[in-house]
């Protein structure tokens, strides 16, 4: 009913930038919280940076000063701007999303996850 769709991951060196986006569609009345997780080998899952349809924003302490998470919600679109990148940031990033859906029933509030896109840091 509802798709995730990540895109800007790939290979970058360490101190350079990238920029993620995702996109969400379907039968969406609202988009409450909208954000980035990240899971690494051998790491457990990880909240990167969220941030509320009101404006509230929360960064994991390790990325603070160098990521920046926005949205457009217009279109439904959450960015994760990365900046000085790490050969630690190297994860997967999955874009999660916490969705007013229309049902046959009226709404309902679901979570939903993209299938994620690899970040590789080199050195």
């Known amino acids: 009913q509802v798709q995730l769709v990540e895109s800007g991951g790939g290979l970058v060196q360490a101190g350079g930038s990238l920029r993620l986006s995702c996109v969400a569609s379907?039968?969406?009345?609202?988009?409450?919280?909208m954000g980035w997780y990240r899971q690494a080998p051998g790491k457990q899952r990880e909240l990167v940076a969220v941030k509320s349809s009101g404006g509230t924003t929360e960064y994991t302490d390790s990325v603070k000063g160098r990521f920046t998470i926005s949205r457009d919600n217009a279109r439904n679109t959450v960015y994760l701007q990365m900046n000085s990148l790490k050969v630690e940031d190297t994860a997967v990033y999955y874009c999660?999303?916490?969705?007013?859906?229309?049902?046959?029933?009226?709404?309902?509030?679901?979570?939903?996850w993209g299938e994620g896109t690899l970040v590789t840091v080199s050195s």
């Open positions: 379907g039968a969406i009345l609202r988009i409450n919280l």
């Open positions: 999660n999303a916490d969705i007013d859906v229309i049902t046959t029933r009226g709404r309902d509030g679901k979570n939903y």
